[in-house]
C-alpha cells in the first residue's frame, strides 16, 4: 500500500508541477526564433497574410491537437503525455520507445512500474534524438548528402518495418484481441482511404488512431468480462 | 543579408539552442525523478538498466528516420530551424506543411523559389502558431485526463491494465492497418518487420542474449530486403 500512496501523494503531483512548468516555459521558448527575427533583423510577419496562415494550419491540424493527447493519454500515461507533447514524434518514436523498455524490464502498461518504465524509456529516447539531431546538423547535409540515394530511399521502409515489428511484439502477449482489432483497423482505413468519412473534418488524420485505440479498450474490457461471467 | 544567411545566423542558432536545452532538461529531470521513484515502487535496479538500454537501441532507427527528414526541411528554413523544430514538439510531416503554408502565403513556394526573408518569417510564425495546440492542451489536460482514467476503472487496478494493454495493441493495429491497406513497399515492409520479429522472437528463446537486439536485427533486415527486391 504505501508503494501506491508514495505514486499517488508524491511522485504524480509534483511530475504535474513540473509538467505543467515545462509546458509553459516550451510555449514561450518555441516564440524566440521568431521575436529574435523582428528585434535583431526588423522581420516581422504580415499580420493578415498571418492570420490566413492560421487558419489554414488550424484547419488541417486543430483535430489533431486534441485528438493526439486523447488517444496516446492510455498508452503513455500522465508523465508521458507531458514528455512526449513537448517532444514531438510521438507515434514513430517515444510509444515504441516506452514500450521496448517495459517490455525489457518486465513490467506491465498501465501499472506505476509500468509508467516509471515507460518514463526512462521515453527520457533516453529524447537524448538520443537530440544527439543524433545536434551531430546532424553540424555535419549538415556534408553527412546526409553523402549518403547514396539507395540508402535515403531504403530508409522509408525502416518506420513500417517498426510498426509491424511492434505489433507481433504486443501481439504475442493476447493473440485473440490483437487479432480482431487488427482486422477491424484494416476496415476502418479501407473506408477512411475510400473517403467514407470524409464528412467529418480533417478524419484523415486523427479518426484511425482514435477509434483503434477505444476501440480496443472496450473490445479488451468486454472480452474479460465474459470471461469472469463464464 | 540573404534569407539563408538570417535563417542560419548566430541569433537563430542561440535561441533555437534554448528550446533544444530545454527539452533535454525535461529529459533529464523526468528520468532523474523516475530512477528515484523506481525503488520505492519496487523496480531493481537491473529492471531500470534493462530500461535504458533496450530503449536506447529502439531510438537509433527512428531517429536516422528523422534525420533524414531533417534535411529537407534544413534546406527550406535553415539550420538552426530544422534542427529545433525536429527536437522539440515537431514532426517533418507538421513541420513541412506548415512551412509551405507559410512562404506560400507571401507567394513563395517552399523549395521551388528562392525565399525571401519575408517567407521566412512567415514560415518560422506559421510553424510556432500552428503547434502550440498540441503542448497548451496536452500540458493542461494531462491531470484531468488521470482523473477521467481513474473514474473509468473505479479505481480497480486489473481494469487500469485492460486500458492500457488495450490502448497499446490499438495504436499499434492502427499504425500497421494504415500501412498494410495501401498494398504497396510500405505495406511488404509492414508485413516483413512483422514476420522477421515473430522470428527472432522465436530465436531468442534459444540464444537470450539477442533479446534486446529482437527489433533492431528485424528492422533493419526488413528494410533492406524491401530495398533491394
Keep these: 500500500m504505501s508503494n501506491s500512496n508514495f505514486y499517488e501523494n508524491e511522485y504524480l503531483p509534483q511530475m504535474h508541477k513540473i509538467g505543467k512548468l515545462i509546458g509553459v516555459l516550451a510555449v514561450c521558448a518555441s516564440f524566440f526564433p521568431a521575436i529574435v527575427l523582428g528585434l535583431v533583423y526588423g522581420l516581422w510577419p504580415n499580420w493578415s497574410a498571418l492570420a490566413t496562415c492560421f487558419v489554414s494550419a488550424a484547419a488541417s491540424f486543430a483535430f489533431l491537437w486534441f485528438m493526439e493527447p486523447i488517444s496516446y493519454y492510455p498508452v503513455v500515461g500522465p508523465v508521458g503525455t507531458y514528455m512526449a507533447f513537448v517532444s514531438g514524434n510521438i507515434s514513430n518514436m517515444r510509444i515504441p520507445c516506452a514500450s521496448m523498455a517495459q517490455v525489457s524490464a518486465a513490467v506491465e502498461p498501465g501499472t506505476n512500474q509500468g509508467s516509471i518504465i515507460a518514463t526512462i524509456g521515453m527520457g533516453v529516447s529524447i537524448i538520443i534524438n537530440v544527439v543524433i539531431l545536434s551531430v546532424g546538423v553540424i555535419g549538415g547535409q556534408a553527412i546526409l548528402s553523402a549518403l547514396p540515394a539507395e540508402v535515403t530511399a531504403a530508409l522509408n521502409y525502416l518506420l513500417p518495418a517498426l510498426f509491424g515489428a511492434l505489433f507481433v511484439q504486443f501481439a504475442m502477449k493476447s493473440l485473440k484481441l490483437s487479432g480482431i482489432v487488427l482486422v477491424l483497423a484494416c476496415i476502418l482505413y479501407v473506408a477512411i482511404n475510400s473517403g467514407v468519412f470524409n464528412f467529418i473534418p480533417g478524419a484523415s488524420n486523427w479518426l484511425g488512431t482514435l477509434v483503434c485505440v477505444f476501440g480496443a479498450i472496450a473490445i479488451n474490457i468486454l472480452m474479460n468480462k465474459g470471461k469472469k461471467e463464464a | ?229
Design chain 2, 1 to 229: 543579408m540573404n534569407a539563408m544567411q538570417i535563417a542560419n545566423s548566430m541569433p537563430m542558432w542561440i535561441t533555437c539552442g534554448v528550446a533544444v536545452v530545454l527539452v533535454i532538461a525535461q529529459a533529464v529531470i523526468f528520468v532523474k525523478k523516475a530512477f528515484e521513484a523506481g525503488p520505492k515502487v519496487g523496480l531493481s535496479k537491473e529492471q531500470m538498466k534493462h530500461a535504458v538500454k533496450s530503449s536506447a537501441l529502439t531510438s537509433i532507427g527512428p531517429s536516422i528516420v528523422i534525420l533524414s527528414g531533417m534535411l529537407s526541411l534544413l534546406i527550406s528554413v535553415g539550420g538552426p530551424m530544422a534542427w529545433m523544430r525536429l527536437s522539440f514538439i515537431g514532426s517533418v510531416m507538421f513541420e513541412s506543411i506548415a512551412a509551405g503554408i507559410g512562404t506560400g502565403s507571401v507567394g513563395v513556394a517552399l523549395g521551388v523559389d528562392e525565399l525571401t526573408p519575408l517567407a521566412l518569417t512567415m514560415a518560422v510564425w506559421t510553424m510556432i502558431l500552428g503547434s502550440i495546440g498540441w503542448i497548451i492542451f496536452s500540458t493542461f489536460a494531462a491531470d484531468k485526463m488521470d482523473k477521467v482514467q481513474k473514474k473509468m476503472s473505479g479505481g480497480n487496478s486489473a481494469v487500469m491494465g485492460l486500458i492500457s494493454t488495450g490502448a497499446m495493441i490499438g495504436v499499434f493495429s492502427s499504425m500497421v492497418a494504415q500501412r498494410v491497406v495501401t498494398l504497396n513497399k510500405n505495406a511488404l515492409a509492414t508485413v516483413l518487420g512483422a514476420i522477421l520479429m515473430y522470428v527472432m522472437m522465436q530465436l531468442s528463446k534459444k540464444v537470450p542474449a539477442l533479446k534486446e537486439w529482437n527489433l533492431t536485427i528485424a528492422i533493419l533486415v526488413a528494410m533492406v530486403i524491401v530495398a533491394v527486391i
